[in-house]
């Protein structure tokens, strides 16, 4: 019989889960039911009380490592408390969410383990008693359904895949397992972020505003006009509260210093190498290009583009409207409809 | 003193990224048609970390840069033409499968066996570099299992820069949720950086390089020792994604009646 283990650390205040790990408890859940196998929770971080207490409702039994060196994202500490807590309960299946400090971890646990390890999950399902994962190959453009026999099989869920769980604040029952953490030669010093009115990067949001290189071409008057993309771009992303995506060479400009919009940086970037965020809209903007380029917006629900080509692959078919039109004169109405009727 | 480096850059290749991929089932699993025929180009993320490392080595006179590649050798070949002219390095090739149905652990295992059969490498001075995540099975695993078989366990992935104290520390920054860094010292090496795209911009075809590093990479390639990885997992199905929508197109309308369409879609709930 399957036995799950779900990892989860705190976020960054250090008392709550991340929205991450909720989503994959939710989908611990739907597979402990499944399999009828039974759930064990296992929570990392200072102080993991607030947060056992917000999960009781899910049934699980609920192991915790804590400590001060477990309040940062390293390597060498989280691999030792994943460690001691996947010994301590000896699972068949471990889910954890698909968290940057997950992310960068999960996989040298589980080869210290033993196990084997999937990452990227979109969905899991059960048939015929077994576990099966569904995650996405060369860059979101070829989808697999896998499963394995061997274990412990580690499965890292990717975020916004599916519906977060909540239930009711309880006082929890926790075991605490204890750790040996190693000697570690790292120490995290900060985060660094940009400016609250300069963050244009918005996992959270609603809309993501994907900019193609067009902004920064010559126009219908034979110039470029890269002044006002900047000003029409930061206007809508203030006026929307949009995420900002771009193709990569808009961004690629940017690092060869050519005319590129400033605030433009690799981190921005969607597509085969850069990030496939998901929002429930996306609007693109003078993006252009075939189905590799379009893997960007793989994960958006709603889509809808601006641009001068009828026939370009970026928008036809991928997209539920295409604009044919000028995307400097459709934002700026669109910024000035936002400014009178204020931010959704 | 000055800091001397051992870096070795594990990096695969893969599709260039504008080509078709079309996934078929062949007799050891999933694969993509035509594979060995495709155009090939360095992972792209591991190209970064190449880069990277090259002006590292540059920077800290006798440190030493090497290349380990996982391909079938004529694949390999190929692409070294191009790659060699970028940046001086001394290519470790080890023949085996290509693609992104191969399991992230066994090909890690085979990394750990050719990174240890390097001659003069010193692990305690060694930062093992790569791209975060490959762009064929883009697992991001490969490199965290790859620093625990050779017990480095001081490792940082989504690496956007580095920066070498005096010491032989370094700074660095890791890309972690909502476009922000997370920045950590490191008391030195050994570390494994699974780098992102860093701060350097390709560097251009330089001949002389290429030539000069081509002298090393054919016998290395003659050379290459062939591994057969451990099966993965069971795949049940691989497709291509077949959603395709029904897209309407608006065309001569006036830019404010657009704005009102989009402005009233976006503010919908």
Known sequence: MEKILLLAHLDESGSALPRAAREALAAALELSSALAAPLTVGLIGENVEAAANSMVGCGAKILATTGAELSQPRYATDSAAIEAICRKAEPTLVLAP??????????GAAQLLGGHIDTHITALAAADGAPRATRWFYRQRVEAVLTRTARPWFLLLDPGTRAQWDGPVCTASVENVTVTLPPTRTQVTCIRAPKQDEQTIRPDAKLLFVAGAGW????????VHVADAEQLILGFLKGSGASLGSSKSLVDQTGEGQTAL??????????QTG??????????TCCHGEEPHVVGWRFIGERRAVNLDANCGWARGKADVLYVADAFQVVKAVNELLATR??? | MPNIFHIVVCASIVPDPLQTLEPISGPTGPALKNELMLPMVLDPWAACALYEAANLAAANPGSKLWLVSLAPKAKLQQVMMSVAQ?????????????????DAQSTAAALAE?????????????????????????????????????????????????????????????????????????????????WATGKLPEPRNNPQIGMANMRSIMPALQKAKAVKLEDGPKYLSVALPKQQRETRIVRDTPAEQIARELVDWITAE
């Open chain 1, 342 to 344: 204020g931010k959704p």
């Open chain 2, 86 to 102: 970028k940046v001086a390095f001394e290519l470790v090739p080890v023949d085996g499968p290509l693609g992104g149905f191969t």
């Open chain 1, 275 to 284: 990030a496939t965020p998901r929002h429930p809209k996306g609007l693109s």
């Open chain 1, 262 to 271: 400033p605030f433009m940086s690799h981190l921005n970037q969607v597509g």
């Open chain 1, 98 to 107: 698909a968290t940057s400090r997950f992310a960068r971890v999960m996989g």
């Open chain 2, 114 to 194: 050719a990174v240890k059969s390097i001659a003069g490498l010193d692990l305690a001075k060694t930062l093992i570099f790569g791209g975060w995540e490959s762009a064929n099975r883009g697992a991001g695993v490969t490199l965290q299992v790859l620093g625990e078989l050779l017990g480095t366990t001081e490792q940082f992935q989504g690496v956007d820069e580095i920066t070498v104290n005096a010491d032989g520390s370094f700074q660095v920054l890791e890309r972690i949720e909502g476009g922000r860094h997370q920045v950590s010292t490191c008391a030195g090496a050994p570390a494994v950086l699974g």
């Open chain 1, 216 to 223: 920064t071409k010559k126009q219908a008057d034979g110039q």
